[in-house]
């Protein structure tokens, strides 16, 4: 068995948000979240616009999770998100 190179261990490419993200632009927001990033730049402000993208654009899975972050975070969630409690 070769051995590998220890530096390369447990080293994988992680995407992360790029930051020159406006995270006051909708499209700006949609586009990263379609790469699997941006998470943090959803908010009570754009979740509907960015579900309605997500459908039209035929992204199942995003529309679903953005769906439960509303559900989980907006104003009519009755749902303890502190795991102290």
């Not at 930051?19 to 509907?48: C, F, I, M, Q, R």
Request: proline share 7%; glycine share 4%.
């Amino acid at each position: 068995m070769p051995l590998q190179n220890p530096s390369s261990l447990g080293q994988a490419d992680v995407p992360t948000t790029p930051a020159d993200t406006d995270a006051s632009n909708v499209d700006s927001v949609y586009n990263n979240l379609v790469h699997g990033v941006g998470h943090e730049h959803v908010t009570d402000d754009n979740v509907e616009e960015l579900i309605r993208r997500a459908d039209a654009d035929k992204h199942p899975v995003l529309a679903a999770e953005l769906r439960e972050w509303r559900s989980a975070t907006g104003e009519d969630a009755n749902i303890d998100l502190d795991p102290a409690h």
